[in-house]
């Protein structure tokens, strides 16, 4: 195994694998959510509460903890829910987007946006009422839901969008968790509530000690959540107290070169000792916080939180209690608050950022993009669902109406998001700065001739080049990318295909710098390597990930900066003048290429092209 591949493998999963889980879990929590409300309306519908109620208790000593079902679920289960969302909430502060202040800007007052304001929508129609406690209800979206309308959308829906939204609802958990724990806390018990901060600083201290004994850890965390139930507090923010304090870390190229040693050595002269040593170091390149991800996460998104819909999404939807909730300023408040306080708010906090210069947006994201992405943030359900038991733990009506108001303001976002991503979604698949048109004017010169300096894949004396000027954080460029890969291996000698460095600085902050690593990586004969692996890896090209990918193939960063840079800024300007004004461009011997970015039509122009080499028009 390569150091190239091995540095690919580590990079974290984060994203791609979150993104992965949470649209995979979306239709199990469909399924959960049909199967609660078929039940709750069956003829046998009166067993949903009687179910739900059964009480299970424990004794230990001559202390007795007693809950029903429906607490073990959202007390209990849904704290392993809560742990995970702490986990991704340390990994992105700590090495992920949220560490980037200008990338964690738009979404995060986007956020905010989209919690202000459906709570002033939902307070509008309830303020004074029995129903005025529930204002927490449409703050937060669903994160499986919202990811998995966006799959279904497709390729309407960018790799950026996603990024974004991912982003909004991490600091949108953080907000629902910051009021579920100051404005749903009924009672406070200091001495449990002290016991639950002793034994979270016991910890601490474990970590500071670096004490790696994971029961210890198990049995301390039981004793955190323990504690923030006898205290008051909801138990659930034990989770994310707990998943916060992981420990998680950026790959180390050092770790990963040496478990490429390890491996090589277990190749050469395999035994048991070194197979455990080599198993451990490799573990080891990745941080405990993203193994837990990874091993955790599929189990709250296909079994806790299905189960958690099937115990709270059943409600009666008989003509009675239907009335009530067409004209309950509860159900009106929460459906509103969904559907048009998330996609104001969020529109608005999208702008404000924008139009002050505090921070970019992930991507080319045009507004009719944005737009959608904010409409469909209106499904709220999970956490919705969660701080409706809490607000009305004891007016089971007023949590008919929520829950109606639930359903109904989800599905509407969904719908609106829809259309939205339908009549507003810009189809350019080029991304272009604001000043420029991706197309080739008239007075355009000739493309640069290729030379010894460009980067060429194929050789020289191939019949068809392929020019491409590509940006290195440009979704479209990384969606063309194994499709150049298909051409070369179809045509083999046939065709060379040429990069030429184009980046979009004013859309793609980190482009600039990932061109000058795989320049850094050209001056030690290991540029491919480098491209190839940036366009893998296109949501990670912070500096600390570009160093990492440069560490793994033993490339020095950064030393030759205005060399490099005067090398990209010559491939610009010659684009410039051949007409380039997005990314990609393509030129397939020297003309513009204006098809669609497919194997198929760009395998059909090759082939044109060939004939055209060889004489043959037919």
């Known amino acids: 195994m390569s150091e190239i591949s091995i540095a690919a493998r580590a990079v974290p999963p984060g994203l791609r694998s979150f993104l992965r889980t949470e649209v995979g879990g979306t239709s199990v929590l469909l399924a959960a959510t049909l199967a609660g409300l078929l039940w709750a309306n069956s003829p046998f519908g009166d067993t949903y509460e009687t179910f739900w109620h059964t009480e299970l208790a424990a004794r230990i000593g001559g202390h007795t903890v007693a809950l029903d079902l429906r607490h073990v679920v959202n007390d209990g289960l849904m704290a392993l829910f809560f742990f995970v969302i702490g986990l991704e909430i340390s990994r992105e502060v700590r090495i992920g987007q949220l560490r980037d202040r200008r990338m964690i800007a738009v979404p995060a007052v986007a956020a905010l946006g989209g919690m202000a304001v459906p709570a002033l929508i939902y307070t509008a129609f309830n303020a004074g009422g029995p129903g005025a406690g529930g204002w927490g209800i449409p703050l937060a979206s669903d994160t499986a839901f919202v990811l998995g309308l966006l799959a279904v959308i497709g390729t309407r829906c960018p790799e950026p969008l996603r990024a974004f939204l991912l982003t909004l609802a991490v600091v949108d958990d953080i907000g629902a968790i910051l009021v579920v724990a100051v404005f749903y806390t009924e009672s406070l018990s200091i001495t449990a509530l002290a016991v639950a901060v002793l ?60 478990a490429n040693e390890l491996l090589r050595e277990l190749a050469r002269d395999p035994s048991p000792e070194l197979a455990i040593e080599a198993s451990r170091t490799v573990q080891r390149t990745v941080s405990v916080n993203e193994r837990l991800q990874l091993l955790l996460h599929p189990w709250t998104s296909y079994v806790i939180v299905p189960i958690f819909a099937l115990a709270n999404a059943g409600v009666r939807l008989d003509g009675d209690t239907l009335r009530a909730a067409a004209t309950s300023p509860v159900t009106i408040g929460v459906a509103v608050g969904l559907l048009a306080g998330k996609f104001v708010g969020i529109a608005l906090g999208t702008w404000l950022p924008l139009r002050f210069n505090w921070g970019v947006l992930p991507g080319n994201l045009v507004w009719g993009q944005a737009l959608g992405g904010a409409a469909v943030s209106g499904i709220g359900f999970t956490v919705s669902l969660f701080v409706t038991d809490l607000a009305f733990a004891d007016d089971p009506a007023l949590q008919s109406q929520a829950k109606i108001g639930i359903l109904a303001g989800s599905l509407l976002a969904a719908g609106f998001g829809w259309l939205v991503f339908r009549m507003a979604w810009d189809r350019g698949a080029v991304c272009a700065p604001p000043s420029r048109e991706a197309q080739i004017p ?7 001739p290729v ?22 954080e440009c979704p479209y460029c990384g969606r063309a990318h194994p499709v150049l890969e298909e051409l070369r291996e179809r045509f083999g000698d046939r065709l060379r295909v040429v990069f030429r460095h184009f980046p979009l600085s004013e859309l793609h902050p980190r482009a600039m710098a990932a061109a000058l690593t795989a320049e850094s990586a050209a001056d030690h004969g290991r540029f491919w390597d480098m491209h190839d692996t940036l366009f893998r890896n296109q949501l990670a090209l912070s500096d600390a990930d570009l160093n990492s990918y440069a560490e793994s193939m033993g490339v020095p960063l950064w030393s030759d900066v205005e060399r490099h840079r005067h090398r990209v800024m010559s491939d610009m300007e010659g684009g410039e003048r051949s007409g380039v004004g997005g990314t990609p461009t393509f030129f397939i011997n020297g003309e513009l290429y204006e098809g669609r970015h497919d194997a198929p039509s760009m395998s059909a122009a090759i082939d044109a092209a060939l004939r055209e080499q060889t004489g043959d028009r037919h």
């Open 442 to 448: 008239v007075e355009a010169e000739p493309l640069p």
């Open 199 to 258: 034994l979270t600083g016991l910890i601490v201290a474990a970590r500071w000690l670096r004490f790696w004994r994971a029961p210890a850890y198990l049995l301390l965390g039981f004793g955190v959540w323990a504690a923030m139930l006898e205290s008051g507090v909801h138990p659930t923010l034990a989770g994310i107290l707990l998943g916060a304090l992981v420990v998680v870390y950026a790959p180390s190229g050092h770790k990963m070169l040496r």
């Open 451 to 472: 030379t010894d300096a460009d980067h060429v894949r194929g050789p020289m004396d191939a019949p068809v080049t392929l020019v491409e000027y590509g940006d290195y």
